[in-house]
């Protein structure tokens, strides 16, 4: 087996020695058919659907600026939640519904062929093969430059057959997600107002404002919005200078470096496994300008604990010395309740290093609700 250099990982000894110094007990965990292709059809709406029947819906974007949309008339909007950036419920005439959710996540969220294998699973069905992929996928060019990949699930034969209508749409370094899901037949008669609902996704011509700067945290319990569920809660040491959550974050601290600056710990959580380790880890190896680890490789990178209040937690260390700065990432991977809750710490190698003890006693302190 080919290990990672231990140029690449500085403090791993150091950090399999505290994580054992750390009142922890041990344990172990380890980011859908029949299929149709969406053929591409004519940049219009759907015959009937006039243009004042359709509504301009804008929603908050992932750390960035929003997307923008136009829905049909007889879609009706649900509230955001802590993970969804809209929501629509659609009633045909006789009376089926089928629900759209959108989404967005920072990155690639492990690639098209995780996100098409996560949606698969949700209609039970098998995962696909890097080679079976191509043929489940359709692209289509979108205003704004944008560009839609399109997939057609159809669930296994069953009493109420499901059905699930996709699209993922790269945009301002995150990933856009628009999932029409439901009953079989509902979905199926709700396929010529979706792609007219795609084809009007543009991007925005200028960004939000940001949102002001929050006073510094201080050691009391901190919890803050769940992944469509309850929140996970814990305790910043008092110097952590807590800053607003976001669309994409859940929190994110300032960690002091003595003589000046600062590392940054950030938490976001999504639902789902996003693609499992080896794509959480490959996609943190990415931002440290580090090569992806094979499966094989994967063991050797990873530290599986149990907090205190029993949570399973896994533990990765990351350096890049060779970088002009050399920087440095202590990251978290915390599975609760069907979603996955991230913490990641980065900064200079040397302030990284030095702030593992209290990252380490941060983690231990997280605790579900």
């Known amino acids: 087996m080919t290990l990672p250099s231990t140029r690449e990982?500085?403090?791993?000894?150091?950090?399999?020695?505290?994580?054992?110094?750390?009142?922890?007990?041990?344990?172990c965990r380890d980011a859908k058919v029949e299929?149709?292709?969406?053929a591409k059809e004519p940049d219009a709406p759907p015959p009937g659907l006039a243009a004042a029947d359709m509504a301009s819906t804008a929603v908050p974007g992932a750390e960035g600026p929003a997307l923008t949309w136009t829905t049909p008339a007889h879609w009706q909007a649900k509230p955001a939640s802590a993970m969804r950036k809209a929501t629509y419920v659609a009633t045909r005439p006789d009376g089926?519904?089928?629900?759209?959710?959108?989404?967005?996540?920072?990155?690639?969220?492990?690639?098209?062929?995780?996100?098409v294998n996560r949606w698969r699973g949700q209609l039970s069905l098998p995962p696909v093969t890097a080679e079976q992929l191509p043929a489940l996928l359709t692209r289509?060019?979108?205003?704004?430059?944008?560009?839609?990949?399109?997939?057609?699930?159809?669930?296994?034969?069953?009493?109420k057959p499901q059905h699930m209508l996709g699209a993922i749409v790269p945009f301002n370094g995150a990933t856009w997600f628009f999932k029409l899901s439901g009953p079989a037949a509902a979905v199926t008669a709700e396929k010529p107002d979706f792609l007219a609902f795609v084809r009007s996704?543009?991007?925005?011509?200028?960004?939000?404002?940001?949102a002001p700067a929050s006073a510094p945290s201080s050691m009391a319990s901190t919890p803050v919005p769940g992944a469509e569920g309850p929140a996970l809660t814990w305790t910043a040491p008092?110097?952590?200078?807590?800053?607003?959550?976001?669309?994409?974050?859940?929190?994110t601290y300032l960690l002091?470096?003595?003589?000046?600056?600062?590392?940054?710990?950030?938490?976001?959580?999504?639902p789902g496994d996003v693609g499992g380790?080896?794509?959480?880890?490959?996609?943190?190896?990415?931002?440290?300008?580090l090569a992806p680890l094979g499966a094989n490789e994967l063991p050797a990178v990873l530290v599986h604990r149990t907090t205190r209040s029993g949570l399973a937690v896994t533990v990765v260390d990351f350096a890049n010395p060779a970088a002009a700065t050399p920087s440095r990432m202590l990251g978290a991977i915390v599975p609760f309740n069907g979603a996955t809750w991230f913490f990641k710490l980065t900064g200079p190698d040397d302030a990284v290093a030095a702030q593992q003890p209290a990252f380490l006693a941060f983690l231990d302190s997280v605790t579900a609700p």
């Open 201 to 210: 996704i543009k991007a925005p011509a200028a960004s939000a404002p940001a």
């Open 35 to 38: 299929n149709y292709r969406i």
């Open 238 to 251: 008092a110097d952590w200078q807590a800053k607003p959550a976001s669309a994409m974050r859940r929190a």
């Open 277 to 289: 380790d080896l794509a959480n880890v490959n996609r943190w190896r990415g931002q440290l300008g």
């Open 256 to 270: 002091p470096i003595p003589g000046g600056g600062t590392s940054e710990l950030a938490i976001t959580a999504f």
């Open 96 to 115: 089926t519904t089928s629900e759209l959710a959108v989404t967005a996540f920072p990155g690639d969220v492990g690639g098209d062929l995780a996100n």
């Open 140 to 159: 289509l060019d979108l205003a704004s430059g944008l560009t839609a990949t399109l997939v057609d699930l159809a669930g296994p034969a069953a009493e």
């Open 9 to 27: 990982f500085p403090a791993r000894r150091l950090l399999g020695v505290a994580l054992l110094a750390l009142p922890l007990l041990s344990g």
